[in-house]
């Protein structure tokens, strides 16, 4: 399968319509029944799918909108988690810190159904999954069973394997293994890297892994190392700073053009640039273009308006490259 050169996607997550915020929140409260919920969360994932159609995304999410966070939506699905309560995290956002308890347990799948929907409802040829990978549901989790973090992570490596082979046999062909806690601590990378490599064991579906706001110093090391087939890194938010970074990458990179941390909304001719000055040191046949991060934090009107300016510098390069003979690449799968 090919895909259009320089393919534009979303890194996973997108704003909740406000609608399904007030069902969610009359739910919780017992004004509605769990039909309801289900109902108002397949609407609002056949919405921002369509968002992302709209404005021209080749490979969209399902926005992540059953998820009400990265961590504790897979730890409520694994059996041996437990929750405690609410910890503060910065300022007054707090996160349901999971705790490792028992043996963990893989006891049935956990985005498949999340998957086909999404397929169902797509337009597109390829659609894009997101998973926690075991690093960071490790180092997000407090440990009260195993010897060591490092057994822990080994162990969620295999129930996130038997996740990815779930995810093959229903023909998915694109899953992304979000880590923005890998090289948090540098003394664990080794066994880190190790992790995750035997979390994509035997799968032969596109592999990126998603690292952000991290020290890429530290990861570049491990580029080859890791048996993924992409890594989709932000680089918006520190100004395109760091680019020699990935100087010699030999996989492909997905391109953060566009700041979610920020609600200015960039101008096509800012991803143009942005990218010119990243063909300095990735060839254009190995580079997918996408939002530094999820998008979940900004309003839904400026997360529409940022992907379209993504879409529209992407399409103003391709007709550069295009004279070039370069219009299309394959959909490369793990190595």
Not at 175 to 188: I, S, W, Y
Not at 189 to 194: D, I, N, R, S
Not at 285 to 311: F, H, Q, S, T, W
């Amino acid at each position: 399968m090919n895909l259009p050169i320089l393919p534009t996607t979303v890194i996973g997550s997108y704003p909740r319509p406000k609608w399904l915020r007030e069902v969610i929140k009359g739910f919780r409260t017992g004004r509605y029944d769990a039909e309801v919920l289900k109902e108002a969360m397949d609407d609002a994932v056949i919405a921002v799918v369509r968002d992302q159609e709209e404005v021209g995304v080749d490979i969209p999410s399902d926005g992540e909108i059953r998820r009400d966070e990265m961590v504790e939506y897979f730890a409520e699905r694994i059996g041996g988690f437990k929750f405690y309560g609410p910890v503060r995290v910065w300022g007054n956002n707090y996160f349901r810190k999971p705790a490792v308890i028992a043996k963990l347990q893989y006891l049935k799948p956990i985005v498949v159904d999340e998957y086909l929907f999404l397929r169902k409802h797509s337009s597109r040829p390829v659609v894009k999954v997101t998973i926690t990978g075991p690093y960071t549901l490790t180092d997000w989790s407090f440990n009260e069973y195993y010897e060591s973090r490092e057994e822990l992570a080994f162990d969620l490596a295999r129930m996130i394997n038997t996740e990815l082979k779930k995810l093959e046999e229903v023909g998915c062909l694109y899953v992304q293994v979000d880590e923005p806690a890998l090289t948090t601590h540098p003394n664990e990378m080794e066994w880190a890297v190790q992790a995750i490599n035997k979390a994509v064991e035997g799968i032969n579906m596109k592999i990126g892994l998603h690292v952000c706001y991290n020290n890429y110093n530290i990861l570049k090391p491990y580029f080859d190392v890791l048996r993924v087939s992409q890594f989709a890194l932000e680089f918006a938010n520190r100004g395109f700073r760091d680019l020699e970074v990935v100087k010699g990458l030999t996989k492909e990179l997905g391109f953060g053009v566009v700041d979610v941390h920020s609600r200015r909304v960039e101008e096509p001719e800012e991803v143009v640039r942005a990218l010119n000055k990243l063909f300095s040191y990735v060839e254009p046949e190995y580079v997918y273009v996408n939002p530094d991060c999820g998008l979940k934090l900004l309003p839904r009107g400026i997360a529409k308006a940022k992907l379209e300016v993504m879409v529209r510098g992407v399409e103003i390069v391709r007709k550069e490259l295009s004279k070039k003979g370069l219009t299309e690449i394959p959909l490369r799968t793990k190595v």
